[in-house]
């Protein structure tokens, strides 16, 4: 069982609202990211990071900022919500073990919905 | 270009037959590629990797195969059940690069 949660599960929020998604994970990995994902379609990385004080733009642009402060928290920001923004939020973490290489560990998800 | 496909249209099986998806990639060289299961509304779970230099894995009714030269892994599921409804998305993990590639998955359906 993975280690890494996500708050909150839901949320429903007006346009132009600021919301943060929680990401922690208990397993100290180093790195961490953040997918988009509609219904029924494929992920898309939006932010990663590899440690500490490191984040990086994802392959799909996204509004939203993330922040890594600490090893085991990796949180979202959008400053003002939009429709637009609709959508699952997945959180997961990683750590590349010689041998094996980078098992993603996801969290269960937040679901985002801006009326 | 750079790609990864899976079968894009859903797979549709009886009870009991095995299921096989289909995961291709182009202009890649990973040093493993990995499986993962996504149930509705879940994030994706971890179910087996292979290496580079491996052909074949295999874990209960899960079976891996992996060509390096036709660019492509199939996944087995042996003596399928409807409980293994779900969407499986393959990912490729290069070389200490930390980002994984996924294909855009396959859904599975298991009638029974």
């Known amino acids: 069982e993975a280690d890494i949660y996500q708050t909150p599960r839901y949320l429903v929020i007006g346009t132009g609202k600021k919301i943060t998604l929680e990401c922690s994970q208990t397993?100290?990995?180093?790195?961490m990211y953040w997918y988009q994902q509609d219904p029924g379609m494929e992920l898309h990385l939006i932010h990663y990071s590899y440690g500490v004080n490191s984040t990086e733009k994802g392959d799909l642009s996204s509004e939203s900022t993330v922040s890594r402060i600490r090893t085991e928290h990796f949180p979202l920001t959008l400053e003002s919500a939009r429709p637009s923004h609709t959508s699952q939020y997945l959180c997961?973490?990683?750590?590349?073990?010689?041998?094996?290489?980078?098992?993603?560990?996801f969290g269960e998800g937040s679901w985002l919905t801006v009326v | 270009s750079q790609k990864i496909e899976q079968n894009s249209e859903a797979l549709n099986i009886q009870e009991g037959k095995t299921a096989t998806l289909t995961c291709n990639y182009t202009n890649y060289s990973p040093a493993y590629l990995q499986w993962y299961r996504q149930d509705p509304g879940r994030g994706p779970v971890f179910l087996l990797l292979?290496?580079?230099?491996?052909k074949e894995k295999r874990k209960e009714r899960l079976k891996v195969t992996f060509d390096t030269t036709l660019k492509q892994s199939l996944f087995h599921i042996t003596a399928s059940q409807p409980a293994d409804s779900a969407t499986y998305l393959c990912a490729l993990d290069m070389k200490q690069g930390g980002k994984l590639i996924f294909g855009q998955g396959t859904e599975l359906s298991v009638k029974p």
């Open positions: 997961a973490s990683s750590e590349y073990v010689s041998g094996t290489g980078n098992t993603i560990y």
């Open positions: 292979i290496r580079e230099n491996e």
């Open positions: 397993m100290g990995h180093d790195k």
